[in-house]
C-alpha cells in the first residue's frame, strides 16, 4: 500500500508539474527515534532535500519538537535533492529507495585552545557526564565548572578551568617533579588523577578545589612502578579500583588503585625523582606499590589499552607486533588475538555494536569484531587520514559515531553508518574534518577525548588542547584566549 | 620478430611486493645544519642522530620529539653513530673528530635496571687495558680509553678514546662485545677493533692497499669485510687470512651492507652506482643499478627478515629495493626497484647522508643535509 504525501520542498518554490516522484522506505537503528508502526513505502517527490524529508519524519513521528534529522541512501549521506543523487548513481525512480534517518550532529565547531610549553600528549574532561564523574554519583559540576587535564613533553599535569585558567599543575622537574614526558592522563573520580610516562610509572594524584580560597592543589598519592618500559596508556576503572597500563615492556600491566591492595614494587623499578640532571637523585618520598598481574603475550611494545565498555573483567590491548588481544583480567589470560597488517597505537570500544576500533601506522582505522568466530578479520575500514592514527574516542551522544587524532595534523569523525563497499570490503569516509586551529599545518595529534557536555578535545604537537564543541557550549566557553 | 624485451622473465610489480616505505611519516627538527648519521636503536623506539652542530640527539621514532642531546664538541662534526645491538641495555657509539664515545643516553625511560647494566656494560673494562695493552707491539702507545670529563659524564657519556685521525665509520659486532672505526685518512690505523670488555684497540690491519671507506662484520662467521676506494676484502678473523677480493668496478665506494644471511653484500658509490654482489657466485657484482643523479652516500639491507634494501643519494633521494635471496643455489637474487623517497632539500651539493631500517618493520630513515632527519613508512 503506497501512502501520497504531498510535501513543498523546504520554503523553496516547487514545480510540481515537472518533478516526478518516487517510492521511499523509512528506517532507522536508534529505537527511540523509530516509527510507532511501518509506513511502508511512500511516494515523494525527486526535488526532495534533507530538510523536508525531516520535516516528514517529524510528521509521523508526531514530535512536538523538531528533531533534525539526516538520510543515509545505501551508506551515503544525501546532500543533494532525492533526483540528483538517483541520477548520479544511476539508480530508477522506479525503485524503492532505503532511507535511513538519523539524528543530526551538530557540527564540532571550533571553540577555544589552551596553550602548553611543550607537545601535549593527553587530555580527558570531568564533566557531569564523564565517567569518573558517574561512577562516584557526584553531579555537582554545575554551569560551567567541567575541569580539563593534560599532560605534556615536559612531564606536567595541568588541571584547567573552562576559560583557559590553570588551576593547578604537578611539580616541575626543578621542583623534585619527575623528569619524564606524560603519556596518558584520567580523572579517576572529581577528586583523583592517574598520569602514567616515559619513566613507566603510574603516579595517582589527589585533586582538591576550595572554592572559598579560589585554591586548587594536586598532590601526589601512590606511584605505581613494576613495568620496564615507557607507559603509553592507561585505563582507570573507579568502582572496581583497577587500572590498566600498556608498557613498552610488552606487558599489560593490572593495578589497584587502594594502596592496602597491591604488594610492594620491585625494588630494582623504584622510581628515584632526578632533579636537574646534575642534582644528586633523590629517593621518592610517595608511597609505592607494585601491579596485581603483569599480562604477558604481546611480542612487542603494548600502545594502548582499554576495559570493555560492559565488562571490567575483559579489557583489549593493542601492541607494535600488529596485533589487538583480548584479557579475561580474573584469570590474567589472554583469550583472542586478532592480527592486523600495522603498528597498532590507539583502540576504542564501540559497546552497542560490540566492535572494536583499532588505529595505527596504516593510516586507516580498522573496526574489529571480537567475538565474531568467523576468520574475517576487519568488519569495516576507515580511510581518510594521511598518516598515523595516534587515538580513537567515541561519540558520547552516538554508538556509531567516533573521533580519531592523526599524525596528519586532523581530527576525523566516523559515522560508521556511513559507508561503502569496494572489493576490500566495507569502507566508511569521515563526516568531519577537523583542522588545528593554531595554524600548524601537520602538527601530530596524539590524544582526543570526545565528552557529552564539553566536546571534542584534542592534544598535539603544536602545544595546544583544542576544543570543537556542540552548540551548546558555545555561549559557555569564550573564544580565545 | 620477437621483441628481445617479451623475453626476459617479467618482474613481479611494485604492488605485489609490499609492505614498504612509501611516505614520510615523521620529520625530526633540532640539528643545526647537517645530519651525518642516524641509527634506530634495537628495542625500534628511539632514533639516535649526531651531526655538524657536534651533537648526538635521541628523538622518539614515531613522533619525532627529541627527548635527549649532548653536545661532544663544540665546532667538531659527529660524523657517526651507532648503537650497540640488544635490548637488555641502551649503549650508544659515536664519534667526533678523532675521539669516539660511549653513550648511555639519560632518556627518562631508562630506568634503574636498564641504567645500572648499561652502564655495567661500557665500565667493565676498566683496569683492563692498563695491564694488557701488550697486543699494540709498535713503538706506538696503546690508545687510553678515558672517561670525558665530569660534564659529559653527567650526560650519561662515559667513555671516550682517541684514533688519530677522523672517525667516519663506527660498526658493530652482532654480539655486541666488539665494534670496528674506519678512520679513512688513517693509513695503518684506518682500521681499528676494539673490544668493549676490555677497554682495547687493536689494529690488525697494518698493510691496507688503498684508503678505507669502511668496514663490517660478518653476521653470522667469524669474517671481517674492509672496504677501500675500489675493493672489498673479506679477512678470516680467526686466522687472521685474506679469504677474498671483491672488485664491485666503481671508482670510489662509499659504503656497503652485508645481507642478513651473509652471501650477498651491496656497494653504493660515489660514482652514482649501487652493485649487487653474489659472493657464491664472483667477486664482480651480479647486478649493477644506476638510478641516482647523484653520489650514492649509504646502502643497507633490513635487517629484521623483511627482503628490503636502500640507498641515500646526494641527489637528495632513497631509493627502496626488493632484493630477495633465494635459498636454491641455481637461482640468483631477485631485485625489483620500488619507490623513490624523496623530500630531503639538497644543500650545496648535499643530499641524504645516511639511512637505516627498523629492526622489524619495513621502516626506514634518513639524514639529511638539510638539518632533518626522516621516518618513511
Ligand atoms: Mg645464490
Redo the contacts with the bound molecule.
Keep these: 500500500m503506497t501512502t501520497q504525501m504531498r510535501l513543498r520542498g523546504g520554503s523553496r518554490d516547487v514545480d510540481y508539474a515537472s518533478s516526478s516522484q518516487v517510492r521511499i522506505q523509512l528506517s532507522t537503528r536508534d529505537n527511540d527515534i523509530s516509527l510507532p508502526k511501518n509506513p511502508g513505502p511512500l511516494l515523494v517527490n525527486t526535488n526532495l532535500r534533507r530538510y523536508a524529508l525531516s520535516t516528514l519524519v517529524n510528521h509521523l513521528l508526531k514530535t512536538e519538537k523538531p528533531i533534525p534529522f539526516e538520510f543515509l541512501i545505501n551508506g551515503t549521506f544525501l546532500r543533494t535533492t532525492l533526483d540528483e543523487y538517483l541520477t548520479s548513481r544511476g539508480i530508477s525512480s522506479e525503485a524503492t529507495v532505503p532511507l535511513e534517518y538519523v539524528r543530526a550532529a551538530i557540527p564540532p565547531v571550533y571553540k577555544t585552545s589552551f596553550m602548553h610549553d611543550n607537545w601535549v600528549c593527553s587530555v580527558d574532561v570531568l564533566s557531569v557526564t564523564s565517567p569518573a564523574a558517574k561512577w562516584v554519583g557526584n553531579a555537582r559540576i554545575g554551569f560551567n565548572q567541567e575541569r580539563v587535564i593534560s599532560g605534556d613533553y615536559d612531564g606536567l599535569l595541568r588541571v584547567w578551568d573552562m576559560t583557559g585558567d590553570v588551576l593547578a599543575v604537578s611539580r616541575t622537574v626543578r621542583e623534585g617533579g619527575p623528569v619524564s614526558a606524560l603519556k596518558s592522563v584520567k580523572f579517576i573520580s572529581p577528586t583523583q588523577i592517574a598520569s602514567c610516562g616515559m619513566d613507566g610509572v603510574i603516579r595517582l594524584w589527589e585533586y582538591t578545589e576550595d572554592a572559598e580560597n579560589l585554591t586548587a592543589s594536586l598532590s601526589p598519592q601512590i606511584e605505581l612502578c613494576g613495568q620496564r618500559r615507557v607507559i603509553e596508556s592507561i585505563a582507570v576503572h573507579q568502582p572496581s579500583s583497577r587500572i590498566l597500563s600498556a608498557s613498552g615492556d610488552h606487558t599489560v600491566g593490572v593495578w589497584s588503585t587502594n594502596a592496602s591492595e597491591a604488594p610492594n614494587p620491585p625494588e630494582e623499578l623504584r622510581p628515584s625523582h632526578r632533579g636537574n640532571k646534575r642534582q644528586k637523585v633523590q629517593p621518592s618520598t610517595t608511597p609505592q606499590r607494585g601491579p596485581l598481574a603483569l599480562l604477558e603475550s604481546h611480542t612487542a611494545q603494548v600502545a594502548d589499552t582499554i576495559f570493555a565498555p560492559n565488562d571490567h573483567t575483559v579489557a583489549y590491548s593493542v601492541s607494535w607486533d600488529h596485533s589487538l588481544k583480548t584479557w579475561d583480567l580474573p584469570t590474567s589470560t589472554c583469550v583472542d588475538t586478532r592480527s592486523t597488517t600495522a603498528v597498532l597505537f590507539a583502540t576504542v570500544s564501540m559497546p552497542n555494536l560490540s566492535l572494536v576500533a583499532v588505529g595505527g601506522t596504516a593510516g586507516h582505522i580498522t573496526l574489529i569484531d571480537p567475538r565474531d568466530s568467523t576468520t574475517t578479520v576487519s568488519a569495516m575500514t576507515l580511510r581518510g587520514h594521511k598518516n598515523f592514527t595516534f587515538s580513537l574516542a567515541t561519540d558520547p551522544d552516538s554508538a556509531y559515531r567516533l573521533v580519531s587524532g592523526s599524525a596528519d595534523g586532523t581530527c576525523r569523525v566516523w559515522d560508521i553508518r556511513s559507508s561503502t563497499t569496494d572489493k576490500n570490503g566495507k569502507v566508511g569516509a569521515s563526516v568531519e574534518c577537523l583542522q588545528r586551529e593554531s595554524g600548524k599545518r601537520e602538527a601530530k595529534v596524539f590524544g582526543v577525548c570526545w565528552d557529552k557536555d564539553v566536546g571534542i578535545l584534542s592534544a598535539s604537537e603544536d602545544k595546544f588542547v583544542q576544543i570543537n564543541g556542540g552548540a551548546k557550549v558555545e555561549a559557555r566557553i569564550p573564544r580565545g584566549h | 620478430n620477437i621483441d628481445p624485451e617479451s623475453l626476459l622473465p617479467k618482474l613481479p610489480s611494485p604492488e605485489e611486493l609490499r609492505p614498504f616505505p612509501t611516505m614520510c611519516a615523521t620529520k625530526f627538527l633540532g640539528h643545526e645544519g647537517r645530519v651525518r648519521s642516524l641509527a634506530v636503536a634495537p628495542s625500534g623506539h628511539w632514533l639516535a642522530s649526531g651531526g655538524d652542530d657536534g651533537t648526538v640527539r635521541v628523538g622518539e621514532l614515531t613522533t619525532g620529539h627529541q627527548v635527549w642531546s649532548v653536545q661532544l664538541e663544540k665546532g667538531e662534526a659527529v660524523n657517526v653513530v651507532r648503537w650497540r645491538p640488544g635490548t637488555e641495555a641502551k649503549v650508544l657509539a659515536a664519534a667526533t673528530g678523532e675521539d669516539v664515545y660511549l653513550i648511555s643516553p639519560q632518556i627518562a625511560d631508562l630506568n634503574k635496571e636498564v641504567a645500572t647494566k648499561s652502564r655495567e656494560i661500557i665500565d667493565a673494562g676498566w683496569g683492563y687495558a692498563a695491564n694488557g695493552a701488550k697486543s699494540n707491539t709498535k713503538k706506538e702507545p696503546a690508545t687510553q680509553w678515558v672517561r670525558p670529563g665530569s660534564r659529559l659524564e653527567g650526560d650519561g657519556v662515559l667513555v671516550k678514546f682517541s684514533l688519530r685521525k677522523t672517525v667516519k665509520i663506527i660498526s658493530w659486532h652482532r654480539r655486541g662485545e666488539y665494534f670496528a672505526t674506519v678512520s679513512p685518512q688513517g693509513q695503518t690505523n684506518a682500521v681499528a677493533i676494539h673490544t668493549l670488555s676490555k677497554h682495547l684497540t687493536q689494529l690488525p690491519f697494518r698493510k691496507l692497499k688503498g684508503l678505507a671507506q669502511s668496514a663490517q662484520f660478518h653476521p653470522s662467521k667469524p669474517i671481517f669485510f674492509v672496504a677501500t676506494q675500489r675493493m672489498i676484502r673479506s679477512y678470516d678473523l680467526s686466522k687472521q687470512e685474506l679469504l677474498k677480493i671483491i672488485q664491485p668496478g666503481a671508482r670510489w665506494i662509499s659504503s656497503f651492507d652485508v645481507h642478513p644471511g651473509g652471501?650477498?653484500l651491496i656497494v653504493g658509490s660515489y660514482d652514482k652506482r649501487l652493485l649487487w654482489h653474489?659472493l657464491?657466485?664472483s667477486v664482480r657484482p651480479y647486478k649493477t643499478l644506476r638510478y641516482h643523479k647523484k653520489a650514492i652516500r649509504a646502502v643497507k639491507f633490513h635487517q629484521g627478515g623483511l627482503p628490503l634494501f636502500a640507498d641515500a643519494s646526494d641527489d637528495g633521494s632513497l631509493q627502496i629495493f626488493h632484493g630477495k635471496?633465494?635459498e636454491?643455489?641455481m637461482?640468483?637474487?631477485s631485485i625489483v626497484p620500488l619507490k623513490v623517497l624523496r623530500g630531503h632539500q639538497v644543500k650545496k651539493e648535499l643530499g641524504v647522508l645516511d639511512l637505516d631500517w627498523h629492526p622489524r618493520e619495513p621502516w626506514c630513515v634518513s639524514a639529511g643535509a638539510d638539518g632533518t632527519c626522516r621516518l618513511w613508512t
Excluded: I, K, Q, R
Design positions: 652471501d650477498n653474489d657464491e657466485l635471496v633465494v636454491d643455489m637461482e640468483n637474487a
